[in-house]
Nanobody, 119 residues
Framework: QVQLVESGGGLVQAGGSLRLSCAASGSIRTFNAMGWYRQAPGKQRESVARIIDSFGATTYTDSAKGRFTISRDFTKNTVYLQMNSLKVEDTGVYYC????????????WGQGTQVTVSL
C-alpha cells in the first residue's frame, strides 16, 4: 500500500520560512501528480501547490505564488513545499496528496502536518 509521510510543520513567526516534506513509499513507482493541500481554521481544504509529474509543471494557488515552491526528488520519491515569507493566513493543516492512475485516479493522502504562523 502507498503511504505518504509528512514532516516539517511547526510554529513560525510571520515572515519566516518552513519546508514541508512528504515521503512516499509503497508499490506505486510514479504518480500523475503530487501536491499540497491546506485546511485553514473555518475554511474548506484547498489546493496550495501541485506538481504535474508528466510535464514537470507546477501550479500554485494565488496566495502562494511567489512565496511557495513545490519540488520533487524522484530518487527519494519525496515532494517538498518550501514556504517563505509566511503569513498568519497560511496557518492550517497541510496535507500531502498523490494521484495515480485514471478512470478515476486514486488519491493518496498524508496524515497532515500543522503549520502555525504567528505575528
Amino acid at each position: 500500500q502507498v503511504q505518504l509521510v509528512e514532516s516539517g510543520g511547526g510554529l513560525v513567526q510571520a515572515g519566516g520560512s518552513l519546508r514541508l516534506s512528504c515521503a512516499a513509499s509503497g508499490s506505486i513507482r510514479t504518480f500523475n501528480a503530487m501536491g499540497w493541500y491546506r485546511q485553514a481554521p473555518g475554511k474548506q481544504r484547498e489546493s496550495v501547490a501541485r506538481i504535474i509529474d508528466s510535464f514537470g509543471a507546477t501550479t500554485y494557488t494565488d496566495s502562494a505564488k511567489g512565496r511557495f515552491t513545490i519540488s520533487r526528488d524522484f530518487t527519494k520519491n519525496t515532494v517538498y513545499l518550501q514556504m517563505n515569507s509566511l503569513k498568519v493566513e497560511d496557518t492550517g493543516v497541510y496535507y500531502c496528496n498523490a494521484e495515480w492512475g485514471a478512470d478515476p485516479p486514486l488519491n493518496f493522502w498524508g496524515q497532515g502536518t500543522q503549520v502555525t504562523v504567528s505575528l
